[in-house]
């Protein structure tokens, strides 16, 4: 008798497999995979609702943007590894530049094809401290300081821990008595007070703001805001060092997957979005640097006016930074190992 | 297993009439302190504090987390991956347990070495294992993405993984127990006339049934609960490749704290229950099987 009802069980629980598989299969509307980097999640359900409503009034159509977030070079490498991204939104253009140069998805002048080197927004590098700045943390020297606890994620994984390398390493450079071999010890002399190292900036948000380790986090300033916003203020502060990095997180249409999938002309029309002011505004609104003019002097004092500078201008562009720095051997592996 | 515990407890009985194999009062005192505390502190008071949090901001916020489309989806997907993996594994667990026991071929100790790669392997390893094997990048990639078939990043590498994962626990049950029973009584089946299959259902299956639906459960709540395989070849859609364990990480790094909690003490719900059938199942198996030793 047992068995009887083990092979009706069995029965039921197949069929029921079958119809929830045919029910994921089926969609009835247009759907697009946004894969993005970790800090997103936000930015993105806001942007994905003000397109769904704009996309429906111009065709008629319903289309429903499914997201997908992780560090940077983890979500790069997913999409080459074969994860059906329509578009990619991710942290710095080197990840990007994987997808063409390991799966040949995209063309090698995909930066070229969107406004702003294809970031529609950007955001730069600032220090979140605990309430009332206890440490006195006023710039990136202090973070060289020891005993100073740092928190950062792991540039190996992580767009934006790249980012906060890169901006330690120019404001060593920018000294009077600056050069690669300074820049280097001050790196070092930093990395020696990293406490947690996380995967992705998520993560180290949550390391050090909700269980409370270390004495400095450095942040992207959009996700320094939000965790402001979200735990409440009166528990941390901003500080904003006096030489950052002009971080430009681009995005792009996958070619290979659109053409497959028949979806470009959606996706296309997905990224020309953002130059849109209601875009702008959801990524001001979100404490991303708009790249409209005037969205921007709109919300002027919340982004406060720091000395910026560039990948292209100190580094020579990502593929330089990322072959120096960040590769197996490079500067990173030996400083950190040490 | 059931028979272990048994016999435990006639054991320890035995021990506490004697003067002279009985401890100390203090030993006893102090062995079970250490045992209860850690007990406390490790393992209650974690699923305690799941359930404290997951109802921190009343029932509104604990449903409307459940009910929530991605959490829907995510719910579905989870007992979707069980509902295929664990009868997948409940007939491999026969056919391996059967061909160990019942047979003699060469390699079988290597075989029964193999069954346990899944327990040594790290689930990461085992995840990264078919995004090589079916990766875009991979030894079959280039020809499942001709023909339009996703495995890793959809719903299929899931259930890979998770097979993979849970697949000793069925057999590793059955294996020794049949191999405690021998093949008499089978060949007794077979020398009064009984077909193959008649044989497997009146006679090996009753014999094993407690033994299976122990493995069954414990492949059901390891299915229903992994993390890292599955996240490996997730690629974390919402709404299509999540599943609960990797939805709660979700929800907790987008500081939707009592929402991460409320599914992660749904989570906890179903692995209870799964414990309280287990328990039933020990209990139920007890009086069955005969005492090892005859006095």
Same mark, same amino acid.
């Given at each position: 008798?047992? =068995?009887?009802?083990?092979?009706?069980?069995?029965?039921?629980?197949?069929?029921?497999?079958?119809?929830?598989?045919?029910?994921?299969?089926?969609?009835?509307?247009?759907?697009?995979?946004?894969?993005?980097?970790?800090? %997103?999640? &936000?930015?993105?359900? &806001?942007?994905?609702?003000?397109?769904?409503?704009?996309?429906?009034?111009? =065709?008629?159509?319903?289309?429903?943007?499914?997201?997908?977030?992780?560090?940077?070079?983890?979500?790069?490498?997913?999409?080459?590894?074969?994860?059906?991204?329509?578009?990619?939104?991710?942290?710095?253009?080197?990840?990007?530049?994987?997808?063409?140069?390991?799966?040949?998805?995209?063309?090698?002048?995909?930066?070229?094809?969107?406004?702003?080197?294809?970031?529609?927004?950007?955001?730069?590098?600032?220090?979140?401290?605990?309430?009332?700045?206890?440490?006195?943390?006023?710039?990136?020297?202090?973070?060289?300081?020891?005993?100073?606890?740092?928190?950062?994620?792991?540039?190996? %994984?992580?767009?934006?821990?790249?980012?906060?390398?890169?901006?330690?390493?120019?404001?060593?450079?920018?000294?009077?008595?600056?050069?690669?071999?300074?820049?280097?010890?001050?790196?070092?002399?930093?990395?020696?007070?990293?406490?947690?190292?996380?995967?992705?900036?998520?993560?180290?948000?949550? =390391?050090?703001?909700?269980?409370?380790?270390?004495?400095?986090?450095?942040?992207?300033?959009?996700?320094?805001?939000?965790?402001?916003?979200?735990?409440?203020?009166?528990?941390?502060?901003?500080?904003?060092?006096?030489?950052?990095?002009?971080?430009?997180?681009?995005?792009?249409?996958?070619?290979?997957?659109?053409?497959?999938?028949?979806?470009? &002309?959606?996706? %296309?029309?997905?990224?020309?979005?953002?130059? =849109?002011?209601?875009?702008?505004?959801?990524?001001?609104?979100?404490?991303?640097?708009?790249?409209?003019?005037?969205?921007?002097?709109?919300?002027?004092?919340?982004?406060?006016?720091?000395?910026?500078?560039?990948?292209?201008?100190?580094?020579?562009?990502?593929?330089?930074?990322?072959?120096?720095?960040?590769?197996?051997?490079?500067?990173?592996?030996?400083?950190?190992?040490? | 297993?059931?028979?272990?515990?048994?016999?435990?407890?006639?054991?320890?009985?035995?021990?506490?009439?004697?003067?002279?194999?009985?401890? $100390?009062?203090?030993?006893?005192?102090?062995?079970?302190?250490?045992?209860?505390?850690?007990?406390?502190?490790?393992?209650?008071? $974690?699923?305690?504090?799941?359930?404290?949090?997951?109802?921190?901001?009343?029932?509104?916020?604990?449903?409307?987390?459940?009910?929530?489309?991605?959490?829907?989806?995510?719910?579905?997907?989870?007992?979707?991956?069980?509902?295929?993996?664990?009868?997948?594994?409940?007939?491999?667990?026969?056919?391996?347990?059967?061909?160990?026991?019942?047979?003699?071929?060469?390699?079988?100790?290597?075989?029964?070495?193999?069954?346990?790669?899944?327990?040594?392997?790290?689930?990461?390893?085992?995840?990264?294992?078919?995004?090589?094997?079916?990766?875009?990048?991979?030894?079959?990639?280039?020809?499942?993405?001709?023909?339009?078939?996703?495995?890793?990043?959809?719903?299929?590498?899931?259930?890979?993984?998770?097979?993979?994962?849970?697949?000793?626990?069925?057999?590793?049950?059955?294996?020794?127990?049949?191999?405690?029973?021998?093949?008499?009584?089978?060949?007794?089946?077979?020398?009064?006339?009984?077909?193959?299959?008649?044989?497997?259902?009146?006679?090996?299956?009753?014999?094993?049934?407690?033994?299976?639906?122990?493995?069954?459960?414990?492949?059901?709540?390891?299915?229903?609960?992994?993390?890292?395989?599955?996240?490996?070849?997730?690629?974390?859609?919402?709404?299509?490749?999540?599943?609960? $364990?990797?939805?709660?990480?979700?929800?907790?790094?987008?500081?939707?704290?009592?929402?991460?909690?409320?599914?992660?003490?749904?989570?906890?719900?179903?692995?209870?229950?799964?414990?309280?059938?287990?328990?039933?199942?020990?209990?139920?198996?007890?009086?069955?099987?005969?005492?090892?030793?005859? $006095?």
């Amino acid at each position: 008798m047992s =068995t009887h009802i083990t092979r009706r069980k069995m029965i039921t629980l197949a069929t029921s497999a079958l119809m929830l598989g045919a029910g994921l299969a089926q969609a009835q509307q247009i759907a697009l995979l946004n894969v993005s980097y970790d800090p %997103t999640r &936000e930015l993105y359900q &806001e942007f994905n609702a003000a397109f769904a409503k704009y996309w429906k009034g111009k =065709t008629g159509q319903d289309v429903v943007i499914k997201q997908s977030h992780g560090g940077a070079a983890k979500q790069a490498r997913a999409v080459i590894d074969g994860l059906e991204a329509d578009v990619v939104t991710l942290a710095l253009a080197y990840d990007i530049d994987a997808i063409h140069e390991r799966a040949k998805l995209i063309p090698a002048d995909w930066q070229k094809r969107l406004p702003h080197n294809s970031a529609p927004y950007t955001s730069t590098i600032v220090f979140l401290v605990r309430k009332g700045n206890p440490r006195n943390i006023r710039d990136w020297n202090d973070l060289a300081r020891p005993g100073v606890e740092v928190i950062t994620p792991n540039p190996k %994984t992580s767009g934006g821990a790249r980012w906060n390398y890169l901006a330690a390493w120019a404001y060593a450079l920018a000294q009077p008595d600056g050069s690669d071999a300074s820049a280097k010890d001050f790196v070092t002399k930093i990395y020696k007070n990293v406490k947690v190292l996380d995967s992705g900036a998520r993560g180290s948000t949550t =390391t050090f703001v909700e269980r409370g380790i270390g004495d400095v986090f450095i942040s992207w300033e959009n996700e320094a805001f939000l965790a402001i916003k979200e735990l409440g203020p009166g528990k941390l502060d901003i500080v904003v060092p006096s030489l950052s990095i002009l971080a430009e997180p681009p995005v792009t249409v996958v070619d290979k997957v659109v053409d497959k999938r028949g979806t470009r &002309e959606v996706a %296309t029309e997905y990224l020309k979005f953002w130059s =849109t002011p209601e875009a702008q505004e959801i990524a001001a609104r979100n404490f991303y640097r708009p790249r409209a003019p005037k969205v921007l002097a709109k919300h002027a004092e919340q982004f406060v006016n720091v000395k910026l500078i560039t990948i292209d201008d100190v580094f020579g562009g990502w593929q330089k930074a990322q072959q120096i720095h960040f590769n197996d051997g490079g500067i990173f592996d030996q400083i950190y190992v040490k | 297993m059931a028979t272990a515990a048994v016999g435990l407890r006639a054991g320890a009985a035995r021990f506490e009439a004697n003067t002279a194999t009985r401890d $100390p009062v203090w030993v006893k005192g102090l062995v079970l302190f250490l045992g209860l505390a850690f007990f406390s502190l490790f393992l209650l008071l $974690p699923l305690i504090a799941v359930f404290v949090e997951a109802f921190r901001r009343g029932w509104g916020v604990y449903i409307a987390a459940l009910v929530e489309p991605d959490a829907v989806s995510a719910i579905k997907l989870t007992l979707l991956t069980a509902a295929i993996a664990v009868p997948l594994n409940l007939v491999f667990g026969i056919a391996v347990a059967w061909a160990i026991t019942k047979f003699d071929f060469r390699g079988k100790q290597m075989l029964i070495t193999f069954i346990d790669l899944p327990f040594s392997v790290s689930p990461v390893v085992a995840g990264l294992i078919y995004v090589l094997v079916f990766g875009a990048q991979g030894w079959f990639g280039p020809w499942l993405g001709e023909h339009g078939i996703k495995v890793i990043f959809a719903v299929p590498g899931i259930v890979l993984a998770t097979v993979f994962v849970t697949f000793p626990f069925v057999a590793r049950e059955l294996i020794p127990l049949m191999q405690a029973q021998g093949r008499d009584e089978e060949e007794a089946a077979l020398v009064l006339g009984a077909s193959g299959w008649q044989m497997f259902r009146k006679v090996t299956l009753p014999n094993i049934k407690w033994a299976l639906l122990y493995g069954v459960i414990l492949c059901n709540a390891r299915a229903m609960g992994e993390f890292g395989a599955v996240s490996v070849v997730s690629g974390h859609i919402r709404g299509l490749t999540n599943t609960m $364990p990797l939805h709660v990480e979700i929800l907790y790094n987008e500081y939707q704290f009592a929402a991460a909690f409320a599914v992660a003490s749904l989570l906890a719900t179903l692995a209870l229950v799964t414990l309280a059938i287990k328990t039933y199942v020990e209990w139920k198996a007890a009086p069955s099987t005969p005492p090892a030793e005859a $006095p």
